[in-house]
T-cell receptor, first 112, second 116 residues
């Protein structure tokens, strides 16, 4: 059974702080990793993807991947109240096609 | 360009009834996915199409669920003899189908199904 684990939260950070979201996965053959943001009542929206070990930065977002530890994380710098949402970690197994396996999501609350 | 669209946005039905949920993927995307999301959970995979054929239907929970994509574009998810436990948000996603490990799925707004 391939699994993706996330701390469900809620994670509460003050405005301007760094929010750190973590995810572990069970399938060592996984090659593609994604972070989706989901506002309440809305569908998932892709914010970051990462495929190789190390860091990938895009604006205020940094994704980090460590395949040896089967760990992927998302850092949000200068957190804003508009970042308050549920963040879903998703993993795709070996191969370019096929479904994503999602964690349950971490609910982030950024307090003004 | 237009994103993934899904209709209806909401569907209320009675236990035992038949429902159809429609997904229109991003133009040119050959891969199409159906997921189901229950409250407080992440999306759960149901079925994946590459073109017209179902490449992986291992996520369909039982034989009451069926999906088609006859012309390789629009897809319909069909649920027979609905049960209260089928109540969830049904999400459709599409992807280009040609980007290797960087293949990225884009989600539609979902159909919220409530079975009374």
């Amino acid at each position: 059974q391939k699994e993706v684990e996330q701390n469900s939260g809620p994670l509460s950070v003050p405005e301007g702080a760094i929010a750190s979201l973590n995810c572990t996965y069970s399938d060592r053959g996984s090659q593609s990793f994604f972070w989706y943001r989901q506002y309440s009542g809305k569908s998932p929206e892709l914010i970051m993807s990462i495929y190789s070990n190390g860091d990938k930065e895009d604006g205020r977002f940094t994704a980090q991947l460590n395949k040896a530890s089967q760990y992927v994380s998302l850092l949000i710098r200068d957190s804003q109240p508009s970042d308050s949402a549920t963040y879903l970690c998703a993993v795709r197994g070996g191969g370019s096609q096929g479904n994503l396996i999602f964690g349950k999501g971490t609910k982030l609350s950024v307090k003004p | 360009g237009a994103g993934v669209s899904q209709t209806p946005s909401n569907k209320v039905t009675e236990k035992g009834k038949y429902v159809e949920l429609r997904c229109d993927p991003i133009s040119g995307h050959t891969a199409l996915y159906w997921y189901r999301q229950s409250l407080g959970q992440g999306p759960e995979f149901l079925i994946y199409f590459q073109g017209t054929g179902a490449a992986d239907d291992s996520g369909l929970p039982n034989d009451r669920f069926f999906a088609v994509r006859p012309e390789g574009s629009v897809s319909t998810l069909k649920i027979q003899r609905t049960e209260r436990g089928d109540s969830a948000v049904y999400l459709c996603a599409s992807s280009p189908g040609e980007r290797g490990i960087q293949e990225t799925q884009y989600f539609g707004p979902g159909t919220r199904l409530l079975v009374l």
